[in-house]
């Protein structure tokens, strides 16, 4: 353990909206690409939300059919980023038992607990599928994960909404650090548009409406934000005791240094910027890291202008206006319980590349934003430390601190 109680990022894995791996995904949100599309199912005709984030590639293809058909979709795009993951890690021989994998997500098989039902309800019990059960309950990726990489130290699932993926870092970063794992799989999963949660969303009035141009429509910090964009995806990280990590010479992409979870108890679905600034100083004092030592923010910025302002609030009381800030569901839409995950790989990518991503979409800063919020091209320097915040409802606050 070294000091703070730091852990190593060895490997990482994504499936999202800009490509069907990490390496793709990154190279997406540097180019500044949108992966937000019209919905041209048949079903989403008549809902008032016809643009959404879906993955690039079609999960179930990457699988053998038998497999395939035994998960939900969820659960392949988890199986599938965990082992891009892994083996991006260098397949570390680790006994089973001191190997864990920790998975959040916000709905879990929600695709299969609503399909299944119109089954049911159209052709009766003898047509519902006999893996309906381990395909729906919501710690199906965990275990799938675990069973795909004969992981016997604990297959723990962590659902607190769009904060998921984040806090299954941190517990992944607390299992290591108490000694119960020397390498944890955590990440992050969300597989759930259907025109039924679509349909929900929309009635609380949180996603757009807008269609014109698809890819004009995520717009965090924007003057013009309408809302945000449904997306689905997956964030992988390998997460190693740094002791084991050396003694195998692993490279890493850097470290995950801190990190806290805490709940606003405020607000069902409200943002609130005081729980938020919490967390925050929470995570630096953990990471034993300085608020000017920040060099980069991922925000969470999901382009709802309540939202997108409690978070700037936020950052500007803990970090102040010096760090470079950056909103990337501005190209991947909001991934729901992956959005945690591959938000901290973006920041722990852009501190390994020296260049932090553009915010597509903002043409004009809200006014009340008064942070660096980078735009129109992707900004290079030399930076060592950066936050990756993630919110949930339900009060869900969770910050991460990376570090080179």
Sequence with gaps: MTR???????????MTPLGADAPSSWAGLLDGRSGVRFLEEEWAVDLPVHVAAGLTVDPASLLPR??????DRGEQVAVLSAREAWQDA????????RLAVVLGTGTGGVLTTLGQD?????AGIRRLSPFTVPM?????????VSMDLGAKGGARTVVSACASGAEALALGQDLIRGGRADVVVA???EACLHPFTIAAFA?????????????AVSRPFDVRRSGFVMGEGAGMMVLERPEFARARGARAHGTLAGSAVGSSANHITASDAEGQA??????????????ADIGVVHAHATSTESGDLAEAEAIGRVVGGHAAVTATKSMTGHMMGASGTVGAMAALLALRDGTVPATRNLDELDPRVELDVVRGEPRTGRWTAALANSFGFGGHNVTLVLTK
């Design 187 to 189: 990440g992050g999963v």
């Design 136 to 144: 729906l309950m919501p710690n199906g990726p965990a275990a799938r």
């Design 278 to 291: 919490f967390a925050m100083e929470l995570a630096l004092r953990d990471a034993g890291v300085a608020p």
């Design 203 to 215: 009635q609380m009035k949180a996603l757009s409406t807008q269609s014109v141009d698809p890819e």
């Design 4 to 14: 703070n109680g730091q852990v190593l990022v060895t490997g990482v894995g994504a």
């Design 66 to 71: 038998t497999e395939a058909r035994k998960l």
């Design 118 to 122: 119109d089954v049911f309800e159209r």
């Design 90 to 97: 260098g397949a570390p021989q680790v006994e089973p038992e």
